[in-house]
């Protein structure tokens, strides 16, 4: 079982910064994919990143392409997402995941709570 924790969600202006932590004190080898999904009122959830830590090849949505970074610290066996030049579209409850498996756009094997993220002037 593989627990995970969402952390750093808030208020922030257009245009500003904001990173997210994703806690996972159960990590092992076995999980080959690690997530970040945001799920907006009235819209389907979305997956933003997934880094592959079999190759450690990391995937990005185009809508974020470019302002977002996603990263881990294998010794922390955490996951950030460092969000910049955040925009009003950019306002959801973001959630992490994993899976034993490469990176998929749907299928996760644990989710976290999620964090919301609000972006408003």
């Known amino acids: 079982q593989v627990h995970l924790v969402e952390f750093g969600g808030g208020l922030v202006h257009p245009g500003g910064p904001l990173r997210l932590s994703c806690a996972a004190p159960g990590f092992t080898s076995d999980i080959y994919a690690i997530a970040w999904f945001r799920h907006a009122p009235g819209k389907e959830r979305e997956v933003v990143s997934c880094i592959n830590n079999i190759d450690g090849t990391t995937h990005y949505s185009r809508s974020v392409k470019g302002r977002f970074t996603a990263s881990r610290d294998d010794v922390k066996k955490t996951m950030y997402l460092h969000m910049t030049s955040l925009k009003h579209e950019d306002t959801a409850l973001y959630l992490c995941?994993?899976?034993?498996?490469?990176?998929?756009?749907?299928?996760?094997?644990?989710w976290g709570q999620g964090t919301q993220v609000t972006v408003s002037s």
């Open positions: 995941a994993s899976r034993y498996a490469y990176c998929d756009a749907v299928n996760y094997h644990y």
